[in-house]
């Protein structure tokens, strides 16, 4: 093999490992540096919301364990719950009095048991008011400062009529309000956790959202608040098809 040959050959080497080392570096350009940015991307905003909320529900149960074993060293280790973690810390640590006014039951301490059917009139009051982000903040999103909101606040004690309707499969959050005008006024989100506190049992029969997407996440994403089917409180983003469990909470008209 000559010189020519060789030199040719070690050339080619040479060109293909820099384009190699190159491409690799404008890989590793775009790639999130931040390990955080990297688990947003993956998980998108629900998964984050949803994880977020997670670790503050874990946070809290922990403290209230560990402050309680500071009080009294004998309930080391912590006691079963006879509630789910979060219900029970949530419990515990509100402050806020939301309470409803119809179908009270004496066995549960003046809370009504379980949700209104289906367009049956009820009545809910805000006694002490909250602010938009404190309820973001109370659903356990841990970067609850970064949140915008943009609705009208809550200033003083209300009263007011409302009825859960079911309105079918939607295909996206414009056609939910589209036929909720059908049935009555969409309140402000904030009465999504004041129904919650009224009835504090499981919906079980599928999710409970009220239409107010006045919240933004730091993504961006519009959010509006819901019930799970499980009971627990959350955010959920407008880019979504709703099928037909969701239920709707209205104001009467």
């Known amino acids: 093999m000559d010189y020519v040959t060789v030199g040719i050959w070690t050339a080619g080497i040479f060109a293909v490992a820099g384009i190699v080392i190159a491409f690799m570096i404008r890989k590793a350009r ?14 998108g905003p629900r998964g984050m919301a949803l994880m977020e909320r ?12 560990l402050l309680e074993w500071v009080n009294n060293p004998a309930t080391w280790p ?3 719950p006879d509630l789910p973690g979060a219900q029970k810390l949530e419990e515990e640590a509100s ?3 939301i309470q409803g006014h119809e179908h009270l039951d004496s066995t549960s301490g003046g809370r009504m048991p379980q949700y209104p059917v289906d367009d049956e009139v009820f009545t809910l009051t805000i006694e002490k008011p909250f602010t938009g982000l404190e309820m973001v903040r109370d659903y356990g999103f841990t970067e609850w400062q970064r949140w915008k909101f943009f609705g009208h606040e809550i200033t003083e004690p209300q009263t007011k009529r409302f009825k859960l309707v079911s309105i079918g499969r939607c295909i996206d959050f414009d056609m939910v309000k589209r036929k909720l005008t059908e049935h009555g006024t969409i309140p402000q989100g904030q009465w999504c956790r004041a129904l919650a506190r009224a009835y504090p049992k499981a919906v079980r029969n599928g999710p409970i959202g009220v239409a107010d997407a006045s919240w933004v996440e730091p993504s961006p994403t519009d ?13 959920d983003h407008v880019v979504d098809m709703f099928d037909g469990t969701w239920r709707w909470l209205v104001e009467a008209k």
């Open 30 to 43: 775009k790639r999130p540096r931040d390990p955080e940015e990297n688990l947003r991307l993956l998980l």
């Open 54 to 65: 997670n670790q503050a529900t874990n946070q809290r149960k922990r403290d209230a364990e």
């Open 78 to 80: 912590p006691a079963k």
């Open 95 to 97: 402050t806020t009095r």
């Open 223 to 235: 959010q509006f608040p819901f019930i799970l089917d499980d009971g627990d409180e959350s955010f």
